[in-house]
């Protein structure tokens, strides 16, 4: 095993989040009654951090009011669907007020003291874009936590999305930000059919979104490859103040959503990764937040294993490519070099 700094972890979370009532959605509250279950049958015992409702001014910072007021309003007549995959209940609002706050206290957190934090929160947020919630997400919370760190005086921004889906949202938030680097691994073509290589932000933002699309059945030393050759040399250029990771166990090699080839293991080694970037550029604060992943054994054991390579314990994973990865990764590394001297 290779071992990081040992330090404390901490988890955000309420029971408040199973209240987005979904019932047999793939994104249910089932997700996180299990992984609760099993931090507490593995003994971990991480600090627990209590969230409280996001203020509409943190939200109305990534959303629109008219976008708010919609959500709010399917809520208070009791439910009703956002677009074909998104549900809500009547108390979605609110638990989803809840899930951006729980990001929001672990920015709090990781202000104080110098410790990884992983919000267990839900509804999940990266395909929330300003104006429109879709693929199971109603506010996007890291969007939120971004913006909120920057509110406290943090200026420099990392967002790293391993779900198996592209952040969407997350990426229309901050296209043209160039305070605000979005890094993201997905798979290709998959929902919600953006993140191409192509789109690398827009005017001042041009080169602050690093799309790395991935050809099903990418496994654990597949990603390590991609995030050693590519997300380390652009983090040490652009030296961020905080970190974020929008966590989504869905590349798993057993989720039903997904066609990678990620195990626990390989959560546990790219936990390892943004760490080692949090504690070298940003006084290692480090906030993840959870996103997809839906087969619950695997998810529960993946955030496990997240969790302990927080702790210090960093399962030890080579990286190793193929020649489709190895002209994947080259392509990237092609269009970003005209930004990050880094790559070229």
Known sequence: MQIYNSCMTSIVYHPVYLMHETHEHPERKE??????????AEGLNPNRIEPRPASLDKIEAVHSRRYIEQVRSICERGGGRLDIDTVLSKDSYDVALMAAGGVCAGVDHVMKKPEPVFALVRPPGHHATPHRGMGFCVFNNVAIGARYAQSLGLKKVLIVDWDVHHGNGTQAVFYEDDSVL???????????????VTEVGDGKGKGFTVNVPLSPGVDDSGYMAVYREILLPV??????DIVFISAG????????LGGMRLTKYGFGALAGLVKDIAERHAGGRLVASLEGGYR?????????SVLRAFQG???????LKDAQLTRRI?????????YWRSLA
């Open 31 to 40: 997700r996180l009654i299990a992984i609760m279950e099993r931090i507490e």
């Open 182 to 196: 979005f890094f993201s691994t997905h798979q290709h073509p998959h929902y919600p059919g953006t993140g191409r």
């Open 235 to 240: 983090a040490d250029e652009f030296r961020p």
């Open 249 to 256: 166990f869905d590349p798993h090699q057993m989720d039903p």
């Open 296 to 304: 619950l054994e695997t998810l529960s054991e993946s955030v496990v």
């Open 313 to 319: 314990d960093v399962p030890d994973v080579m990286p």
């Open 330 to 338: 080259e392509e990237v590394k092609s269009v970003q070099k005209a």
